[in-house]
C-alpha cells in the first residue's frame, strides 16, 4: 500500500481561504500528495484542476487560495486529542473546551499556558465556528476577540478584523459602556464585560 492512500479529503462547509506555502502545477493527485509528504513539513494540502497547494500552519506563507476541501494524512488527523483538545477541521487545528471559569484576560492565558491562544474565528475561517459546533453544547464561553484598542472596532487577537454576520441580534451592544471582550453565545456572538467569569475555548496548531 502506497503511502500516499493515507491522505483523508475533507470537504469544507465554507469556502475558505488558506495561505500556502507552496504551489506545484500541474501534477496529478497522487503526485500532489507525494509532495506533501516529503516536504519538510505539510500540514495538508489542497489539489484542484491539477495544481497543488502545500500548507505549512505553523509556517504561512504569504500567497492564498481559495479553497472548498483539504487532504489530510491520516497519522496526523488525531494527533492534538491529548489533553483534551480535539481537532477540527481534519485535524488542522486542536481545540479544547475549558469547563473552568475564568475572566477573559485569564482564560487567554491558560490558553497562552498550552502552546496557543483563545480561540479565533477568523474571517475567512468562520468555517470553524460550524466545526466546533458538534463539540460544543449550547452556552457562553469566552473566544478571542475584542474591542479595547477602539470602542466597537473588534479584532481578534491576531489583529485581524471581526467580519462576521454571526452575531446575537442586537449585538455588539458595549452595555452599560463596559463590553470589550467577546463570547460565544448559544452559538452566536456577544459583546460581554470582560471581568466576567465564563467557560472558554483554547486553539493551537497541530504542531
Ligand atoms: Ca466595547
Ligand atoms: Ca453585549
Not at 500516499?4 to 475533507?10: E, I, L, T
Not at 475549558?98 to 496557543?116: I, L, M, P, R, S
Not at 475567512?124 to 484598542?149: N, T
Request: proline share 2%.
Amino acid at each position: 500500500m502506497c503511502k500516499q492512500d493515507s491522505f483523508s479529503r475533507y470537504y469544507l462547509q465554507n469556502l475558505v481561504t488558506t495561505f500556502y506555502s507552496r504551489e506545484v502545477n500541474d501534477i496529478s493527485l497522487v503526485t500532489c500528495a507525494l509532495v506533501c509528504l516529503s516536504a519538510e513539513s505539510c500540514t495538508y494540502f489542497y489539489w484542484h484542476n491539477r495544481s497543488c497547494f502545500i500548507v505549512n500552519a505553523a509556517s504561512p506563507g504569504n500567497s492564498s487560495v481559495n479553497i472548498t476541501s483539504i487532504y489530510v494524512d491520516d497519522d496526523l488527523k488525531d494527533m492534538c486529542n491529548l489533553d483534551g483538545y480535539n481537532t477540527i477541521f481534519g485535524g488542522v487545528l486542536c481545540v479544547k473546551v475549558y469547563d473552568v471559569e475564568k475572566n477573559w484576560k485569564n482564560a487567554n492565558t491558560t490558553c497562552e499556558q498550552d502552546g496557543g491562544q483563545i480561540l479565533v474565528m477568523r474571517t475567512s475561517v468562520f468555517y470553524i465556528k460550524l466545526e466546533a459546533l458538534s463539540l460544543l453544547p449550547h452556552g457562553e464561553y469566552w473566544i478571542g476577540g475584542h474591542d479595547m484598542a477602539k470602542e466597537g472596532e473588534f479584532t481578534w487577537i491576531d489583529g485581524s478584523d471581526v467580519t462576521t454576520d454571526g452575531w446575537e441580534d442586537g449585538q455588539p451592544d458595549n452595555y452599560n459602556g463596559l463590553e470589550d471582550c467577546l463570547q460565544f453565545k448559544h452559538l452566536k456572538l456577544n459583546d460581554k464585560n470582560c471581568i466576567g467569569r465564563l467557560k472558554f475555548l483554547c486553539e493551537k496548531p497541530l504542531m
